[in-house]
């Protein structure tokens, strides 16, 4: 094959990173990493179903979105612990969109304390948002991206963190349920492969969010003294090697580049967002 010959058959990059006619449900997305990336999708053509628990702030969110990118956004109620609440959602997506191309299992919840201390109701409510939520995301846009239409581009993305591949004091509970993601991420990529289906997890490190900001204040609460918070601070900046954390839309710009038809060859990868920090 001629180099003309393989030009003459390359999609642009316009095609590449255009989402028109894709419909997207991003789950937590009233804020933080999930509303940059409904956004992101928005900006790209497609529409976008937005559920959070915050059932204001998902609706607040998708009239924004709808109004600055002239798209089809809405928001919806939804509790990702509850199989009820997803289906109704998935339903949703159905009905106000027309299907299920894109789903992101974004919702998320961080806290953490010593082993010691960890009780029974902690470990569930790190499991029951960020392993099991993701669970029931994943079975029903799988379910019903199956039993629809075949269509290109279907793909479900699951937001890890770099908790579930490197070892952090007192987040025990997260850091299992976030490598649970990645393991399940792995699995169903090999198992829906048959269908068309990419399976793909996104691990981020720090990101700049509301979630994390409530994280450093109420650790700003804990913390004795004004010097006790300062050493934290900058103990933190210092363990990340390009001196920052991301800003949510780095986070979901790599999320983009997931679902788009530039990334059409990857599956199962779980895909480090985490401005080198992993390489230490
Ligand atoms: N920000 C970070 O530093 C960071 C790092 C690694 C991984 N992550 C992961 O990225 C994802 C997004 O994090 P973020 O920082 O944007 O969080 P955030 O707290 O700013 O926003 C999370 C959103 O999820 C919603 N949510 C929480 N529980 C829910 C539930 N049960 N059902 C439906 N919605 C629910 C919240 O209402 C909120 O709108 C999470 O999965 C998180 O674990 C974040």
Not at 52 to 67: C, E
Not at 233 to 250: L, N, Q, T, V, W
Request: hydrophobic fraction near 45%; glycine fraction near 10%.
């Amino acid at each position: 094959m001629t180099t003309a010959n393989i030009d003459a058959n390359l999609p642009t990059l316009n095609d590449l990173i255009s989402l028109k006619g894709r419909r997207a449900v991003v789950t937590g997305a009233a804020r933080g990493i999930g509303y940059c990336t409904a956004r992101r999708f928005a900006q790209a053509g497609a529409s976008v179903l937005i559920g959070d628990r915050n059932v204001d702030g998902a609706k607040q969110a998708a009239a924004t979105l709808a109004q600055e990118c002239k798209a089809t956004v809405h928001g919806a109620a939804l509790d990702v612990r509850s199989v009820t609440s997803v289906q109704e959602l998935a339903a949703t997506a159905e009905r106000l969109l027309g299907g299920i191309d894109i789903w992101i299992n974004n919702a998320g919840v961080f806290r953490g304390e010593p082993l010691v201390e960890t009780t029974d109701e902690d470990w569930d409510a790190m499991y029951d948002v960020n392993l099991r939520g993701t669970f029931h995301g994943c079975r029903e846009a799988a379910r019903r991206m199956i039993a629809g239409p075949k269509r290109p581009g279907q793909v479900i993305v699951n937001i890890a963190s770099v908790a579930a591949v490197r070892g952090r004091v007192s987040l025990g509970a997260y850091s299992a349920a976030k490598a649970g993601v990645v393991g399940l991420t792995r699995s169903l990529a090999m198992e829906l492969v048959q269908h068309g289906i990419r399976v793909l997890s996104v691990t981020p490190s720090m990101a700049e969010t509301p979630g994390v900001a409530e994280m450093r204040a109420a650790a700003r609460q804990k913390a004795t003294d004004g010097n006790s918070v300062a050493a934290m601070e900058k103990a933190i900046r210092a363990s990340f090697p390009m001196g920052r954390a991301a800003e949510a839309d780095e986070v979901a710009r790599v999320i983009f580049f997931c679902v788009s038809d530039l990334a059409a060859f990857m599956t199962g990868s779980n895909v480090l967002v985490d401005g080198g920090l992993t390489t230490r």
